[in-house]
């Protein structure tokens, strides 16, 4: 199966900078889009930024001039500068992936794969 770590999370004060990432592993042909969600208590979860592997980028307006995101797609791992944090970025993000695996031999199965999450508090 296919597997997304992410790491980076943490406490920052309000006009402070982080940086995630998230390596995908496991039995992968080719990966579509992978991106970042995050959800907020008692939010829906939202799309962050994503970036297909022709390197498409769809962000959210909310995060337009201070959040970034980059793929390397030799190492199967998206990152997300996030700079100018404000306490509403305040949010459990999760790591998503669109996924061609190949299980075996001529095997081949589309899934979307979502991460474990990492908290992003911004507080002073």
């Known amino acids: 199966q296919v597997q997304l770590v992410e790491s980076g999370g943490g406490l920052v004060q309000p006009g402070g900078s982080l940086r995630l990432s998230c390596a995908a592993s496991?039995?992968?042909?080719?990966?579509?889009?992978m991106g970042w969600y995050r959800q907020a208590p008692g939010n829906q979860r939202e799309m962050v930024e994503h970036i297909s592997s022709g390197a498409r980028i769809n962000y959210a307006d909310s995060v337009k001039g201070r959040f970034t995101i980059s793929r390397d797609s030799a190492e199967n791992t998206v990152y997300l500068q996030m700079n100018s944090l404000k306490p509403e970025d305040t949010a459990v993000y999760y790591c998503?992936?669109?996924?061609?695996?190949?299980?075996?031999?001529?095997?081949?199965?589309?899934?979307?794969?979502w991460g474990q999450g990492t908290l992003v508090a911004v507080s002073s």
């Open positions: 998503n992936a669109e996924v061609l695996s190949n299980p075996g031999p001529g095997s081949y199965r589309y899934l979307e794969v």
């Open positions: 496991g039995s992968i042909a080719s990966i579509y889009t």
